[in-house]
């Protein structure tokens, strides 16, 4: 015979180990770490800067920290670099004192490693800020871009919606009050207003879901660039003039400080991890440094450099001036990144003008033109 109490013991177990399982769960939430937010471009530049400057007169690496440290509003700044000196004060390693933060991204850590193995500490923080301030630059650059026009052209979406929503339908009805029948360019702006009174819903959400996904997922950001590269040259030249003039800056870098070149190109690869130079660069080092090829064939097979890149490295090699050639490479990619940079602001304020001309005008069409042209039926019909 079965106890009639075994049922109800079961769900009081059953319950008891549920309440037990949330509570590690939610402890083991508690305990987690929270994400550690990298400092912004704008803050590591002055820090680099600050650090170059006291290390070129003399002062060690420690108490350059806490000099800069001193009355810094950045309380998350101050509380890194005060981990930093004292990790550096214990004999750690200046990167790996860098690297224990979790602030500094993996290109920021190799400059600085490359910078103290070769005794140009100062050299590589100043190195550091010319180059965040010149990524600042051209993030601004491409955000003055892209982002205003996209809210002055969802602005005016809107509007139109409204216009077609709103006020074409009253539009509409006032005409059927007065009995007069619709034709021509009126009908045809009616219709319009017919299908975006249908289709609205479904458009919105489908655009909202789709900067969702955009801002949310990394694979589809790089989908998209990359059809948008291969349909835009103008696009396709500066993405690829900011790329090359990153990992070739960084090569330069490092290879000047006496930085071996392969591992010069992999610590390279880091500033453009999440683009198709990641592999490609990882690859070419590899192919460099163990199988004999020269520098230029590697990048030349491996890579999807430009020509010119691989015909100055093979010009550097052959006449042992490849630190000169990497320099004229990176001013070179600046100077087109610039020029790029320049004409793409130009021809996105051109497309956003004539995108906002076209919605002003459907604004417009749509809400006065059926008034204008029905005006005279409307009177004879009033008559």
Not at 70 to 77: H, S
Not at 168 to 192: H, W, Y
Not at 239 to 254: A, C, D, P, V
Request: hydrophobic letters at 45%; aromatic letters at 6%.
């Amino acid at each position: 015979m079965t106890d009639p109490a075994t049922p109800a013991a079961a769900a009081t177990a059953a319950a008891a180990s549920q309440t037990q399982a949330a509570k590690k769960a939610l402890l083991a939430s508690a305990n987690r770490p929270a994400k550690i937010k990298p400092f912004s471009k704008k803050v590591l530049v002055d820090l680099f800067r600050g650090l170059s400057s006291m290390l070129r007169a003399q002062i060690n690496t420690a108490d350059a920290l806490k000099y800069y440290s001193n009355d810094l509003p950045n309380k998350a700044m101050v509380d890194a670099l005060l981990r930093i000196r004292e990790d550096i004060s214990n004999g750690m390693n200046v990167h790996e004192s860098f690297r224990r933060t979790g602030r500094f991204n993996d290109t920021v850590i190799g400059l600085i490693q490359a910078g103290s193995d070769a005794g140009q500490l100062h050299h590589a923080f100043q190195s550091l800020a010319v180059r965040l301030k010149s990524e600042l630059f051209f993030s601004k650059q491409l955000k003055k871009a892209t982002v205003t026009p996209g809210i002055i052209i969802c602005v005016l979406l809107g509007a139109f919606i409204t216009s077609q929503v709103k006020i074409v339908p009253q539009v509409e009805d006032m005409l059927k009050g007065v009995g007069a029948k619709p034709d021509g360019m009126t009908a045809i702006s009616f219709k319009v207003s017919h299908f975006t009174q249908a289709v609205w819903p479904v458009l919105v959400v489908s655009l909202i879901a789709l900067a969702i996904t955009i801002a949310r997922s990394a694979h589809v950001r790089t989908l998209i660039l990359g059809l948008a590269m291969s349909r835009w040259r103008l696009l396709r030249l500066l993405i690829m003039s900011l790329r090359q003039l990153t990992f070739l800056s960084t090569i330069k870098l490092l290879h000047s400080n006496g930085i071996n070149l392969a591992k010069s190109i992999r610590v390279s690869a880091n500033s453009v991890r999440n683009t198709p130079f990641y592999e490609e660069l990882r690859t070419a080092a590899d192919k460099y440094e163990h199988s004999g090829v020269p520098l230029s064939t590697a990048f030349a097979k491996y890579t999807s450099v430009d020509s010119q890149v691989t015909h100055m490295l093979s010009i550097g090699e052959k006449s042992a001036s490849l630190d000169s050639q990497l320099e004229m490479l990176t001013e070179m990619y600046e100077e087109d990144a610039e020029t790029h940079m320049t004409t793409f602001s130009a021809t996105v304020s051109f497309l956003v003008l004539i995108i906002a001309v076209s919605l002003i005008a459907a604004v417009f069409i749509g809400t006065f033109l059926p008034i204008f042209l029905m005006g005279p039926k409307m009177m004879q019909n009033g008559i």
